[in-house]
């Protein structure tokens, strides 16, 4: 089974993933991740992330990969494990601009078909059901309002330690969501065949469990 989770940031998409992944005992593929790994590299390289042409000169020399340890996902920049350094303010940012570039989309979604045609995956994203996974026997887009996905973004990052406040994580996110939802290739965008699942006043819990509960459906319907 293929299940594919799209939605704006700070939806819970990969909170939720991880437990419906470990409950149904599926692999989960963050691509956030993947994105995030090329908009550090950029940043490392000193290169301006709204510059395309800058971005694309590095991309021949950029491998992503990853990892799971204990069904956790790794994810490795030319073989360092930068799976805590991408969760940085700055690099959400840089991720959401790198994403707008094609070269760089196709690059990473050919990393994504490849993992997902080996097992069973749950993998969340912007354009999963849209267009990495169109044939997904499940695709759900998560949502919520931007209130409640900037105070659960806040929440994780000050148990980080990283130094932000409520205005600038909002700001951020509604800089991604705009970019995200307006760029041309591949946008974030609810597939026709998803299921849109509002969780504003859901536990992560609950909204697992309807994942699975909607998960079990489709086995069934596919035996049939
Ligand atoms: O966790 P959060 O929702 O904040 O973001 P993420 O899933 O880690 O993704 C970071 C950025 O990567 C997003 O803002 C998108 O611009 C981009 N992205 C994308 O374009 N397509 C995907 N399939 C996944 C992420």
Known sequence: MKIAVDGPAGAGKSTISKEVAKKLGIIYIDTGAMYRAIGLAAVRHGIDTADAEGVKSILGEVEVSISHEGGVQQIFLNGENVSEEIRLPEISVAASNVATIPEVRLKLVELQRRLAASCDVIMDGRDIGTYVLPDAELKIFLTASVEERAKRRLRELL???????????????????????????APLKAAEDSIILDNTSLTAEESAEEICRLAHDRGEVAQK
Request: glycine letters at 8%; charged letters at 50%.
């Open 159 to 185: 148990e980080k330690g990283v130094d932000t406040d409520f205005e600038s994580v909002r700001a951020d996110m509604e800089y991604r969501d705009k970019n995200d939802s307006g760029r041309e290739f």
